[in-house]
């Protein structure tokens, strides 16, 4: 990431701890901080696209944090073991979503047999 000036770099850092480790979104930062929020928009998609992390869905703060400290370490993961502990964390990530999303399917499907009331978007355009 190449900036102009010390100044530039002060508010960059900024932007990027308040996102990531404060929680707080991007036009929020730019009020707080005086700059343009298509500035600070540009600055964490720079900031994600180098550090491998996804902006595309909010994420929490704790996994805010948890992003930031995997990406600060990921040049610190030597070791294979930790690889694999890594990725066996992540695979038991992925099926408590799994889990998750298909207990939340299956409340729908009974709040919608139980009050007979469509509660999923119908598919198609109305006309």
Not at 32 to 47: D, E, G, R
Not at 91 to 108: G, N, R, S
Request: glycine share 4%; net charge positive; hydrophobic share 40%.
């Amino acid at each position: 990431m190449y900036l102009h000036t010390q100044k530039q770099q002060k508010y960059y850092n900024q932007v990027i701890d308040l996102y990531f480790k404060g929680g707080y979104g991007a036009r929020r930062i730019a009020k707080m901080l005086s700059i343009s929020h298509n500035t600070v928009y540009s600055w964490i998609a720079i900031f994600a696209e180098e550090n491998n992390i996804s902006t595309s869905v909010r994420m929490n703060k704790k996994e805010q944090k948890q992003a930031v400290s995997v990406a600060s370490s990921s040049d610190n993961i030597k070791d294979e073991s930790e690889l694999r502990a890594e990725i066996k964390r992540l695979e038991k990530e992925l099926l408590q979503a799994q889990i998750k999303a298909e207990a939340l399917d299956e409340m729908i499907n009974v709040a919608e047999a139980k009050f007979n009331v469509p509660i999923r978007k119908k598919a198609g355009a109305k006309r």
